[in-house]
């Protein structure tokens, strides 16, 4: 698992800069998976509609009245026909695609299992959709699927009857049946909407709208290509003949020739030991995950960001239980939490200057805590010299490796960007323990936990909680979010960045008598 991890997540970088050079940041599709499934599937809703309504059940008319829409209004309900087909092909890719980044990224074990499951869920209903999609035509193409689905059906030994018999010859097949068939395709999806409802419990603000100049690129490209290759259907089914030759779908009906051809025993046992092995991935093995967040009561004022700011809804606040004079305290659930420290970033307690007291946040990760933070800081700051000494801030996921290294500039690892609170990018300049700041990770729109690199750049611009104390000025902090692969490019700008401190004035590391205010901006 862990190979086919590597291998997999080395194709995803490479596609994900690749992309990276032709579309914004924020437009990458490749960042933009789940977006497009569900844009996908409300241009399959929309153009479902409007064919439903030309669209006739009856066994003799159903093929009549798809090729009334290719042929006759090709311009309104052809073009929705195509564009339901290929909207349709569109779901089927960004949906592996997204399964196989979440599982290259290793986001399907742990507490994220729960999305992984329901995602298998939803990959089966989509399937089903699809396939009943193209039994509603019936054309040669549909003659094929629905006899090759049935038999298949029936050597599962279940049914009273058998189904394949509906198919013997052009008697057997009636309109009821074909109702059928257009109740399963409009109720597995709306059942499979329901299922993507479940999937995004544990996401916090997930992102179901791509972008809107993406969305209209690919309706756009949907649209050429609609016009360009419009769907069309592969002549009339009939049932007296068996069909010849005829053209696969390779999105949904790939497997169809097995299907047809391996004994049933052999083709239901690999479907439920596929189905089986899909569902139990996040336990095979299950993963050794840090300890959970932990909430230090005497060092929480019930201030709440830390609860806005968990990506994963790991967090409640509930009321006060320790006697002090404020409303509410938060309380991680263990089994949502993912140890991103992000709520470590946002508590205004993690405060590196406090020199009395230990340096104990309202709520930190027990095996990266914010007081080894400003040990590792000090650490990496000792080997500094010169007047253009770096530290780099780089989450653990993502921070490239460094050529750099050497006298100028020194890495300080987070969990995840987030997890780094204002005041420690204060503390380092303030304390001249390096000339600039550097903070690097995931690519913009691409953090590993979601929310790390958002949170950061507003905390940075001054518009989140916690804010960057307006004594650091811009020339003294730079943001690299280059990506795992961005080493070489990383090398570069920081190389640049150097240069443009030894053009500074030195600054004044702060004086001791500030610190006292500094201690003062936590009210605990
Ligand atoms: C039509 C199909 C699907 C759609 C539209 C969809 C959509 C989404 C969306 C919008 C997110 C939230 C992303 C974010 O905002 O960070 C998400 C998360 C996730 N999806 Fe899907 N999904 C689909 C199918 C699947 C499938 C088939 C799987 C795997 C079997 C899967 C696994 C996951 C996992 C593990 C996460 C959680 C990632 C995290 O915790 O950071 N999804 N999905
Ligand atoms: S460590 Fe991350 S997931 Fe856990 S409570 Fe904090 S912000 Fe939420
Ligand atoms: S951010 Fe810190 S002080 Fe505020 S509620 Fe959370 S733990 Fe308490």
Redesign the pocket.
């Known amino acids: 698992m862990s190979l086919m991890r590597r291998v997999l997540r080395f194709a995803f970088d490479h596609l994900e800069n690749a992309l990276g050079r032709f579309f914004p940041a924020q437009w990458n599709p490749i960042l933009n998976l789940?977006?497009l499934?569900?844009f996908f599937?409300w241009v399959i809703t929309a153009t479902g509609i409007y064919l439903y309504i030309f669209f006739d059940t009856g066994v003799r008319e159903a093929y009549s009245s798809v090729e009334y829409m290719t042929n006759e209004q090709w311009y309104a309900a052809g073009v929705m026909r195509s564009l339901h087909r290929y909207a349709s092909d569109g779901?089927v890719i960004v949906?592996l695609l997204?399964?196989a980044r979440?599982f290259s990224l290793d986001?399907?074990r742990g507490v994220?299992w729960f999305?992984?499951v329901t995602?298998?869920l939803?990959?089966i209903m989509?399937y089903i959709s699809g396939i009943t999609g193209y039994w509603l035509v019936w054309d040669r193409l549909a003659q094929y699927v629905a006899i090759v689905s049935t038999e298949w059906l029936d050597r599962l030994g279940l049914f009273a009857e058998s189904i394949a018999r509906n198919f013997l010859h052009p008697g057997m097949l009636n309109d009821r049946f074909f109702t059928l068939m257009i109740f399963i395709h409009i109720a597995v999806p709306l059942l499979a909407l329901i299922a993507?409802w479940v999937?995004?419990q544990r996401?916090i603000k997930?992102?179901?709208n791509p972008p809107r100049g993406l969305a209209v690129g690919v309706f756009v490209s949907m649209l050429a290509l609609s016009l360009a290759h419009p769907a069309v259907s592969q002549g009339p089914a009939n049932l007296a003949e068996v069909p010849g030759t005829i053209g696969l779908d390779w999105f949904y009906l790939p497997l169809y020739p097995l299907l047809e051809n391996l004994p049933g025993m052999v083709t239901w046992s690999a479907a439920a030991t596929l189905t089986i092995i899909?569902v139990a991935m996040p336990w095979l093995p299950t993963l050794r995950r840090p300890p959970p967040a932990a909430v230090s009561l005497d060092n929480c004022n019930g201030c709440i960001r830390c609860f806005n700011d968990c990506p994963y809804g790991a967090i409640t606040m509930v009321a006060r239980s320790d006697g002090l004079p404020y409303e509410r305290q938060p309380v991680v659930n263990a089994s949502l939490c993912t140890s991103c420290g992000i709520c470590a970033g946002s508590c205004p307690t993690s405060m590196p200057f406090r020199r009395g007291s230990k340096l104990v946040a309202g709520i930190d990760l027990p095996d990266h805590n914010m007081a080894d933070l400003r040990t590792a800081l000090h650490a990496a700051a000792e080997g500094l010299t010169g007047s253009q000494r770096i530290i780099v801030f780089g989450c653990e996921p993502c921070l490239p490796q460094l050529s750099v290294l050497s006298d100028k500039v020194a890495t300080v690892s987070v969990r995840c960007i987030g997890q780094l609170p204002p005041a420690f990018i204060d503390y380092t300049l303030s304390r001249g323990l390096a000339d600039g700041v550097a903070l690097a990770g995931c690519r913009e729109n691409s953090c590993y936990y979601?929310f790390g690199i958002q949170w950061t750049n507003g905390r940075l611009a001054r518009e989140r909680d916690p804010r960057l104390r307006a004594r650091v000025t811009k020339d003294q902090v730079k943001v690299f979010w280059v990506g795992r692969l961005g080493g070489k490019t990383l090398n570069q700008l920081l190389l640049e960045f150097a240069n443009t401190l030894d053009e500074m004035k030195p600054r004044k590391p702060l004086r001791a008598d500030r610190e006292t205010e500094d201690q003062e901006q936590v009210h605990v």
């Open positions: 789940g977006a499934g569900f599937y779901l949906m997204h399964l979440e986001r399907y994220r999305s992984w995602g298998v939803v990959l989509i993507l999937h995004l996401v997930p992102r179901i899909m979601r």
